[in-house]
């Protein structure tokens, strides 16, 4: 990515954002106005991001075609990822002779507050965890930090006997506080830093922004109903 960014020889890393990458100027892209002055830079820009879910989606497919697969969508921030991932699936599976009939459900997990750990994982919403038994599972989540959410959700439904389970991430965060758990399918490894957009969001904000990019720390906008204000809120 303009020269900061590789292609790694394991593709499980997805495609490497380094640490020296200073993203792009937010001048070069159109976002919502009422994001101003809370954003750093864009760290993705929008097309890259859906170009690089194609080739994810072509991968998944060569790898587990011709069977059903259950999809198990992380919310909230993994719901664009998901439908984006889903719909090229679709494609391929139209236009191709190989095939994937597949069933999406949603589930929650429970584990931090604005950007902060607050301690064990909760399973929210979704089908009884039972009926993955012998399914074809693909988990779609946006970001892999540390990872020990993600083992700990594998961990909860390894204990029902699917048939397989493959893990998709849109972002895995390098981070010293790793324990080294990586997705069968990776969009981008990224520094440890704080992003939001692409459904990605800081206290429900930024969702809609279609860009990944870098974000202040410091709270959200205040909304005024005759008009948009930004407020710092300390």
Same mark, same amino acid.
């Given at each position: ?60 497919? +060569? ?50 507050? +604005? ?7 909760? %399973? ?14 693909? %988990? ?34 390098r981070t010293p506080r790793s324990d080294g758990f990586r997705p069968d399918y990776t969009g981008f490894e990224i520094p440890n830093l704080f ?7 800081? +206290? ?11 974000a202040h720390r410091r709270g959200p906008p205040v909304w005024n109903p005759s008009c948009v204000i930004l407020t710092n809120i300390e």
């Open positions: 990515m303009a020269g900061s960014s590789e292609e790694a020889p394991d593709s499980r890393r997805g495609v490497v954002v380094m640490d020296d990458w200073s993203g792009y100027d937010l001048n070069l892209f159109t976002y919502p106005q009422h994001y101003y002055g809370d954003l750093e830079y864009v760290l993705i820009p929008h097309g890259i991001i859906v170009d690089r879910i194609e080739r994810l989606a072509k991968d998944i497919m +060569n790898d587990i075609g011709y069977c059903d697969i259950m999809v198990l969508c992380v919310l909230k921030g993994g719901y664009k990822f998901c439908a984006d991932l889903v719909e090229h699936l679709k494609n391929i599976s139209r236009n191709s002779d190989r095939f994937v009939s597949m069933k999406v459900d949603f589930i929650r997990l429970k584990s931090y507050k +604005n950007d902060q750990s607050v301690g064990e994982m909760q %399973i929210i919403g979704g089908d009884d965890l039972s009926t993955l038994a012998g399914k074809n599972v693909l %988990i779609v989540e946006d970001v892999v930090g540390t990872g020990r959410t993600m083992k700990a959700l594998l961990s909860s439904i390894e204990k029902y006997k699917p048939n397989m389970i493959k893990v998709a991430s849109l972002l895995v965060k992003v939001v957009g692409y459904a990605l969001d800081y +206290n429900e904000y930024f969702r809609d922004l279609n860009e990944m990019a870098s």
